[in-house]
């Protein structure tokens, strides 16, 4: 099936200067590299949504300069721009700490997907945060799955650490063109990553309590992700699904790719990788245990995903170490027959953790239904009665 785009519309967020200065460290270089933004626009008129607060304005917008040789920039302040009746601005009015950042972000998520449906529903959206390192080429694979009818790119998150990669931003300047290779960076895991996405490996001696995904090792290859919440980089909105409850990476996709199944993950990491660059500090209360088991898992899994979260954990994204990948070696074989077989071991169990729990309280009752029951029921973070973020 092709579905061609008519308009590529990249929504990027920042405000305040140091997560503009990180921004232009980490994303922007990223973005200019040259088999994302100008490989995009020598293809389709490509058009940036770029989202900012006033204090911001004048600083963003020097620092964005370098992209409007290559497409139409659209600036939105935060103090004007509404959104369902009230300004992004307004929306915020009361919240406090991270919860500002996931409802700014969720607002101009809003604000995009409107804009991308002006002319109808063939218009394909990215959704750029300011802190993520995009591997050279990205853009281009996921527009390329878009062109040929997936309804959404989506790929296993890691969060870099923002202190152990500090000679990156200075790596990826001197990279030229091309970009930093996605192995160069990938050759330095976990050592790299931020303490809780080292958490996800499943020879992990203390294994995270909220995985977005699980990583196993493919021998001195790379390793092999599966993913619960994979980030999402590329999508295509539908007048008939246009808003969601809790952050684009929880529900919206699964939500769009509901009935056409066009929902697709890489093969690998050199076709696409995104990371995030996260401080320390950040999510450092983040709860880990003592080491992956089937019962903590399936305790998760039923508490905090729906169903419809197994169609991505089906599909193996493998990450490669060195250029050559060695994609034919059994080891990836095999570790892709592994962990399917321990995903569907958990959730096999799960079927047997169903029947042990108590019929009578209404808590398990929601919990069944969220997990077993269609998206409609899902509890997702913000439809919670105490919202709760995502820790990993």
Same mark, same amino acid.
């Given at each position: 099936?092709?579905?061609?785009?008519?308009?590529?519309?990249?929504?990027?967020?920042?405000?305040?200067?140091?997560?503009?200065?990180?921004?232009?460290?980490?994303?922007?270089?990223?973005?200019?590299?040259?088999?994302?933004?100008?490989?995009?626009?020598?293809?389709?008129?490509?058009?940036?949504?770029?989202?900012?607060?006033?204090?911001?304005?004048?600083?963003?917008?020097?620092?964005?300069?370098?992209?409007?040789?290559?497409?139409?920039?659209?600036?939105?302040?935060?103090?004007?721009?509404?959104?369902?009746?009230?300004?992004?601005?307004?929306?915020?009015?009361?919240?406090?700490?991270?919860?500002?950042?996931?409802?700014?972000?969720?607002?101009?998520?809003?604000?995009?997907?409107?804009?991308?449906?002006?002319?109808?529903?063939?218009?394909?959206?990215?959704?750029?945060?300011?802190?993520?390192?995009?591997?050279?080429?990205?853009?281009?694979?996921?527009?390329?799955?878009?062109?040929?009818?997936?309804?959404?790119?989506?790929?296993?998150?890691?969060?870099?650490?923002?202190?152990?990669?500090?000679?990156?931003?200075?790596?990826?300047?001197?990279?030229?063109?091309?970009?930093?290779?996605?192995?160069?960076?990938?050759?330095?895991?976990?050592?790299?990553?931020?303490?809780?996405?080292?958490?996800?490996?499943?020879?992990?001696?203390?294994?995270?309590?909220?995985?977005?995904?699980?990583?196993?090792?493919?021998?001195?290859?790379? #390793?092999?992700?599966?993913?619960?919440?994979?980030?999402?980089?590329?999508?295509?909105?539908?007048?008939?699904?246009?808003?969601?409850?809790?952050?684009?990476?929880?529900?919206?996709?699964?939500?769009?790719?509901?009935?056409?199944?066009?929902?697709?993950?890489?093969?690998?990491?050199?076709?696409?990788?995104?990371?995030?660059?996260?401080?320390?500090?950040?999510?450092?209360?983040?709860?880990?245990?003592?080491?992956?088991?089937?019962?903590?898992?399936?305790?998760?899994?039923?508490?905090?995903?729906?169903?419809?979260?197994?169609?991505?954990?089906?599909?193996?994204?493998?990450?490669?170490?060195?250029?050559?990948?060695?994609?034919?070696?059994?080891? #990836?074989?095999?570790?892709?027959?592994?962990?399917?077989?321990?995903?569907?071991?958990?959730?096999?169990?799960?079927?047997?953790?169903?029947?042990?729990?108590?019929?009578?309280?209404?808590?398990?009752?929601?919990?069944?239904?969220?997990?077993?029951?269609?998206?409609?029921?899902?509890?997702?973070?913000?439809?919670?009665?105490?919202?709760?973020?995502?820790?990993?």
């Amino acid at each position: 099936m092709s579905a061609m785009s008519r308009i590529t519309n990249i929504a990027i967020v920042a405000w305040d200067k140091s997560f503009i200065d990180k921004f232009a460290a980490f994303t922007l270089p990223c973005l200019l590299s040259d088999q994302n933004l100008p490989a995009l626009t020598k293809q389709r008129p490509v058009r940036l949504l770029i989202y900012t607060d006033r204090a911001s304005y004048h600083y963003f917008r020097n620092i964005c300069r370098p992209l409007e040789q290559y497409a139409d920039c659209y600036f939105h302040i935060f103090d004007e721009t509404i959104v369902d009746g009230e300004t992004i601005e307004k929306s915020v009015t009361g919240l406090s700490g991270s919860a500002i950042k996931h409802e700014i972000d969720r607002r101009i998520q809003f604000h995009a997907i409107d804009k991308s449906l002006v002319s109808g529903d063939q218009e394909t959206l990215f959704i750029i945060n300011q802190d993520l390192f995009i591997s050279n080429g990205s853009l281009s694979y996921a527009q390329a799955r878009m062109d040929a009818g997936a309804d959404a790119v989506l790929i296993p998150l890691l969060r870099l650490s923002l202190e152990a990669s500090i000679e990156l931003p200075e790596q990826i300047a001197n990279s030229g063109p091309g970009g930093l290779s996605a192995w160069r960076l990938c050759d330095r895991f976990p050592q790299i990553l931020h303490p809780v996405s080292q958490s996800f490996f499943v020879n992990s001696p203390e294994f995270c309590t909220y995985p977005t995904a699980i990583f196993w090792p493919a021998d001195q290859f790379g #390793w092999l992700a599966r993913a619960f919440f994979p980030y999402t980089l590329a999508l295509r909105p539908r007048a008939d699904c246009r808003r969601f409850d809790s952050t684009i990476d929880y529900d919206y996709a699964l939500n769009l790719t509901a009935t056409s199944g066009r929902a697709v993950i890489p093969e690998n990491s050199n076709q696409a990788i995104v990371l995030k660059v996260t401080t320390e500090d950040y999510l450092r209360a983040a709860q880990t245990t003592c080491t992956l088991s089937k019962n903590r898992l399936a305790h998760f899994v039923l508490a905090e995903t729906n169903r419809a979260h197994r169609k991505f954990l089906k599909q193996p994204f493998r990450i490669f170490r060195s250029p050559d990948e060695n994609e034919d070696h059994p080891v #990836w074989k095999a570790v892709e027959a592994q962990s399917l077989e321990h995903v569907d071991e958990m959730y096999r169990f799960l079927e047997v953790l169903k029947e042990k729990l108590p019929k009578d309280s209404p808590e398990t009752q929601d919990i069944l239904t969220s997990h077993f029951g269609d998206l409609s029921h899902y509890l997702s973070p913000m439809r919670r009665a105490i919202p709760r973020g995502d820790p990993c």
